[in-house]
């Protein structure tokens, strides 16, 4: 396993983190302490976990779910203090959590507090703000954004309310350092210019969508990245799993994420399609796996802290785990590249 600085913090993370959004859905119990038995042996000291999963599919009768089965693992194996734990707080608009509320004081404390007695664990690592309450280009919708019609002011005083409560709960021990998700790069210039002003806890990642067929990431909010220690940490690395290849057939296996959700959250559709084979050929041609290739380019990015992989099988899991040691030649970067200059915004 290799190892990368978490922000400032000092901490060494495993560059894969063990994404857990499928446990208490697609994955029991057993088979989510049977994947952190497996990436705990192979290096990995990271999990990624939030109040809000299982999200496949997300819903009232499964909430929280997720950290449950960290928790019994926890219990279980005694390892807490072996493994760097992030958690998230939702943000506004899920009527199961906390009636919909946006962020607030409140709504940040009762859920740390929700979640550290779900986690069986007297302190999260990394608790990280899953999503602003504005509206933000995230999810396909930068085609429609517009951040003129954003209240400058109702923004700043949110984060500025949600940053004083996250300064308490570090404070107090139940929170070691936060984190940013689903953010843009002027959000995160101002939790960091509060944070300066206010003495209040730095913020020490983001958490936003990267693959190969989502490199948003790639201009702003890289040099945020590079000049104020705010690593990536990439979720939906394989988009979806769609860079697995595993749909290249036209198949949809049963209980896989197209066969719930058909579009993949707007990353499966008929412009993404094209670039997406173009990226799976590159694989064919140097004979790389197409998951390990994916993974191994986000790995190769200068901003990236930790790719966040996430899987329903063990063969999946040993495989993503496994793209930690792949390296990528020039030859299969340039060919990236070009991809990447022709379909820019597949999806």
């Known amino acids: 396993m290799k190892y990368r600085k978490l922000g400032r913090t000092g ?28 990436a705990v042996g192979e290096g990995v000291n990271f999990f990624d976990t939030a109040e809000l999963y299982p999200t496949t599919p ?8 997720t950290e449950s089965i960290i928790g019994t693992w926890f219990a279980g194996r005694g390892k807490r203090d072996d493994i760097v734990l992030a958690s998230k707080v939702a943000g506004g608009g899920r009527a199961w959590i906390d009636d919909g509320a946006n962020l607030s004081a409140a709504k940040v404390r009762h859920a740390c507090e929700r979640s550290l007695k779900r986690l069986q664990t007297d302190y999260i690592d990394l608790y990280q703000v899953h999503w602003p309450d504005r509206q933000t280009y995230h999810f396909r919708k930068s085609w429609f954004w517009k951040p003129e019609d954003h ?26 350092h936060v984190g940013l998700s689903n953010e843009t790069a002027w959000g995160t210039m101002q939790y960091l ?21 989502h490199r948003l990431f790639d201009t702003d909010l890289a040099e945020v990245a590079a000049h104020e220690d705010v690593g990536l940490l990439a979720f939906s690395p394989l988009a979806a799993g769609l860079l697995s290849g595993k749909y290249r057939t036209g198949e949809v296996p049963e209980g896989t994420r197209l066969s719930m959700q058909p ?11 094209p670039a997406l084979e173009a990226y799976l050929a590159v694989a064919d041609r140097h004979g790389l796996d197409p998951a390990q290739m ?39 970067l340039d060919d990236i590249l070009e991809i990447y200059q022709r379909h820019t915004v597949p999806m």
């Open 11 to 38: 901490l060494d993370v495993s560059a894969i983190c063990l994404g857990t959004m499928t446990w208490g859905s697609q994955n029991t119990e057993a088979e989510g302490h049977r994947q952190m038995d497996y």
């Open 58 to 65: 997300a819903s009232a009768d499964t909430v929280g779910d």
């Open 151 to 176: 209240d400058r002011q109702q923004t700043l005083d949110v984060i500025a309310e949600v940053m004083g409560e996250l300064d308490a709960l570090v404070k107090e021990g139940k929170v070691r």
């Open 193 to 213: 210019k509060l944070s300066e002003q206010k003495g209040f806890p730095r913020i020490q990642s983001i958490q936003n969508e990267y693959s190969l067929l």
């Open 263 to 273: 579009d993949l959250n707007g990353r499966y559709q008929e412009r993404s399609k």
């Open 294 to 332: 994916a993974l191994a380019f986000c790995l190769s990015r200068p901003f990236m802290t930790a790719a966040i992989i996430g899987a329903t099988s063990m063969e999946q899991l040993k495989t993503n785990i496994g793209a930690v040691d792949v390296e990528l030649d020039d030859a299969v």
